[in-house]
């Protein structure tokens, strides 16, 4: 499998109930970055974790990070019909040692909220 | 807030022509990078561009491809001989990196569509 693996590949669930996405990857990170997009549309930023990192909050969203097995997890809590959208994770190995800040992006996460 | 602008939001183009798709990064960024999206799959990594130079290219960006900084705001990814498999959504996206870890900014993205 490649970098940046998420799962489920898609969630549908009820408005008020929390979403968990999770996501793979398999060489060293800088950093782990998630991303929305809603159908046709761009990428808006999520949040940020840094290597260092094991966990963040931002609002309703809380990543959490496992360096030793290579994975994250977003989870949206109480959820609402406009979190419906895509959601991508993408790591990040940095700048220098030929590194240059690219980011490699997961299949993403449909989520359906339903009202 | 500042954002990534690109235009057009769509281009329709005949095969075998050349396209220009344009974006204006933020401004106190130093990085930029082209991303594509074909409908329904994962979005991948084109080119990295810092200081006036390509820094990194994918297997897709081929001869076809060019990038341009063509003066202080804008950055150009240019196609030379559009093929159909060329129709996808194209995202500009550009960090600063000032700090090891920095998020990148997309801008909503250009759909070409090659016939």
């Known amino acids: 499998s490649q970098q940046g693996e998420e799962d489920p590949q898609a969630l549908s669930i009820q408005e008020g109930e929390n979403a968990t996405m999770n996501c793979s990857y398999k060489?060293?990170?800088?950093?782990l970055q998630w991303y929305r997009q809603n159908s046709g549309r761009g990428l808006v930023h999520l949040i940020l974790i840094r290597s260092n990192e094991r966990e963040k909050h931002s609002g309703r969203l809380r990543v959490t990070l496992d360096t030793s097995k290579k994975s994250s997890s977003l989870l949206i809590t109480a959820s609402r019909a406009a979190d419906t959208a895509s959601y991508f994770c993408a790591t990040d190995a940095g700048i220098g040692s030929g590194n240059t800040g690219k980011l490699i992006f997961g299949q993403g996460t449909t989520l359906q909220v339903k009202p | 807030e500042p954002e990534v602008t690109q235009t057009p939001s769509h281009q329709v183009t005949q095969m075998g022509q050349e396209v220009i798709l344009r974006c204006v990064p933020i401004?106190?960024?130093?990085?930029f990078y082209w991303y594509r999206q074909i409908l329904g799959q994962k979005v991948e990594f084109l080119v990295s561009f810092y200081n006036n130079e390509i820094s990194e290219k994918s297997e897709i960006f081929d001869d076809q491809f060019s990038v341009e900084r063509p003066d202080g705001s804008n950055f150009t990814l240019k196609i030379r001989s559009t093929k159909l498999e060329d129709s996808a959504m194209y995202f500009c996206?550009?960090?600063?990196?000032?700090?090891?870890?920095?998020?990148?900014?997309f801008g909503q993205g250009t759909r070409l569509t090659v016939v």
């Open positions: 996206a550009s960090s600063v990196y000032r700090g090891l870890n920095t998020e990148a900014f």
């Open positions: 060489t060293s990170i800088n950093n």
């Open positions: 401004s106190n960024h130093l990085y």
